[in-house]
């Protein structure tokens, strides 16, 4: 196997590496064993590492999230096998660029006898067809194509390209990684042009750690970001940073949160999952989460609506009401005031009896007629504004509840062919036991018919 590459130069170099580039790329691992926190990936013997020492590279997906090492390990595949690597993001380039790689590759390919990865970062931001702009080149082996995503690959991927390419995951980074990572840079300040004269206690590492999100790389960015700080600060003698300097330097640090991607989805279910298990604690916390990521809090308030009809329906009618009234309180005042009011409204969801007896009904119904069970509806309840729609028979023999005693006839009000279908079960739950009691009480009158007396 070829072990030339593009970056033999820096390989094994102690030299220190010019700041021009982010601190991040400056201590971007030069081969497998200095990867950190994917040993299920990159170790010997998994399979990834078995292709590359057999000199088999084959198209991927590396699906992680971010700052996990995605870039990296495929500039390491690079080097190990070779091959030129070519690299563009999916955010900046479209198919024309791709055309071009293309060319060069098969360029390469034939007179140099060089092969060609090309590397997609953010590959999810190309649509399906741009997608299908690389299946031809997959597939007669032009190009090994390594795709990054953060998102899920089986709903942001192309189909076909997908079934033509190796999916391997990368875990989140653990704290001890992140940890470790950290203390590399603070170990050997020279080699990554870090000044010499600034520490960091253990428990500002520790800080460091718990406020990256689990992102190699947005913590070694707010790692420099702080040294520099301090650095131009002018200290000449040596200085022990403690945690709550870097509380203060990273007070203004964002959650890990993609708005279109997956965290979207994983923590607005969280949200839903805990209000639907009456635990406020939980649904408070996972409503923070969001809020404090940027999420759109109108978003949020659509899906605390979402929740009053769904899970809560009628066992609390009042819950639509609070809803409705969180997101009007929210437009009406914005943050951070009316985030108050999401949260009162989160309560009342998490706490408030629950039941899907509407939203199951519903659900049943429209399946029916989905499956065609659509019907004429019955003559005598249909409407007759006209005369020869009375001669008809429309609206014959329709018994007007408020002429009776009861206030409730015994008549049908479903199709022929529907008829003692039951859709709607009200819940022993909250006011819904109530629905229930009426529903009993109609139902034996109807059997006894005392509801056929009219009024006198």
């Known amino acids: 196997m070829s072990h030339a590459g593009l970056f033999d130069d820096t390989e094994d170099s102690e030299e220190p590496l010019p700041d021009s580039q982010p601190l991040a790329e400056r201590m971007r691992p030069q081969d497998f064993e200095d990867v950190l926190g994917q040993d299920e990936l990159v170790a010997r013997g998994s399979l990834l590492r078995d292709l590359i020492e057999e000199d088999h590279v084959p198209s991927m997906i590396l699906w992680g999230p971010p700052g996990t090492g995605k870039t990296t390990i495929a500039r390491i595949i690079s080097r190990r096998t070779g091959l030129r690597f070519v690299a563009f993001s999916a955010v900046l380039s479209g198919v024309k660029q791709v055309r071009e790689v293309v060319t060069e590759a098969k360029y390469h390919r034939q007179i140099e006898h060089v092969g060609t990865i090309l590397f997609v970062d953010e590959i999810h931001r190309f649509n399906k067809s741009q997608q299908d702009a690389f299946l031809p080149h997959v597939e007669d082996?032009?190009?090994?194509?390594?795709?990054?995503?953060?998102?899920?690959?089986?709903?942001?991927?192309?189909?076909?390209?997908?079934?033509?390419?190796?999916?391997?995951?990368?875990?989140?980074?653990?704290?001890?990684?992140?940890?470790?990572?950290?203390?590399?840079?603070?170990?050997?300040?020279k080699r990554f042009d870090l000044p010499t004269n600034i520490a960091l206690s253990n428990d500002a590492v520790d800080t460091l750690v718990r406020?990256?999100?689990?992102?190699?790389?947005?913590?070694?960015?707010?790692?420099?970001?702080?040294?520099?700080?301090?650095?131009?600060?002018?200290?000449?003698?040596?200085?022990?940073?403690?945690?709550?300097?870097?509380?203060?330097?990273?007070?203004?640090?964002?959650?890990?949160?993609?708005?279109?991607?997956?965290?979207?989805?994983?923590?607005?279910?969280?949200?839903?999952?805990?209000?639907?298990?009456?635990?406020?604690?939980?649904?408070?916390?996972?409503?923070?989460?969001?809020?404090?990521?940027?999420?759109?809090?109108?978003?949020?308030?659509r899906r605390i609506i979402r929740f009053a009809s769904e899970d809560v329906g009628l066992a609390d009618p009042q819950a639509l009401t609070i809803a409705l009234a969180a997101r009007e309180s929210f437009q009406l005042m914005g943050k951070p005031e009316g985030e108050l009011a999401l949260a009162e409204a989160t309560v009342y969801m998490a706490t408030a009896p629950k039941s899907n007896a509407i939203y199951a009904a519903f659900k049943a119904v429209?399946?029916?007629?989905?499956?065609?069970?659509?019907?004429?509806?019955?003559?005598?309840?249909?409407?007759a504004p006209t005369a020869h729609m009375k001669s008809l028979g429309y609206g014959k023999d329709y018994l007007y509840p408020h002429d009776f005693d009861e206030g409730v006839v015994d008549q049908d009000y479903l199709p022929e062919k529907k008829k003692g279908t039951v859709y709607y079960q009200p819940s022993p739950f909250g006011f819904e036991k109530d629905i229930g009691t009426r529903m009993d009480w109609w139902q034996k009158m109807k059997e006894k018919g005392s509801c056929q007396n009219k009024k006198k």
């Open 141 to 189: 082996g032009t190009v090994v194509l390594i795709g990054a995503t953060t998102e899920n690959p089986s709903f942001a991927l192309n189909a076909a390209l997908l079934s033509r390419c190796q999916l391997f995951t990368l875990n989140p980074l653990d704290d001890v990684s992140v940890q470790q990572l950290i203390r590399r840079a603070l170990d050997d300040p």
């Open 211 to 301: 406020r990256s999100a689990k992102d190699a790389r947005s913590s070694l960015n707010a790692l420099e970001a702080l040294l520099k700080r301090e650095k131009s600060r002018g200290h000449l003698g040596r200085s022990l940073l403690d945690a709550a300097a870097v509380d203060r330097a990273l007070s203004d640090g964002r959650l890990r949160y993609d708005r279109s991607g997956e965290d979207h989805f994983n923590v607005m279910s969280a949200f839903h999952k805990s209000m639907r298990g009456g635990d406020p604690q939980a649904s408070l916390y996972w409503l923070a989460r969001m809020l404090a990521s940027g999420e759109d809090p109108l978003w949020i308030a």
């Open 366 to 383: 429209q399946a029916d007629i989905k499956n065609g069970d659509v019907f004429e509806v019955p003559i005598y309840l249909r409407n």
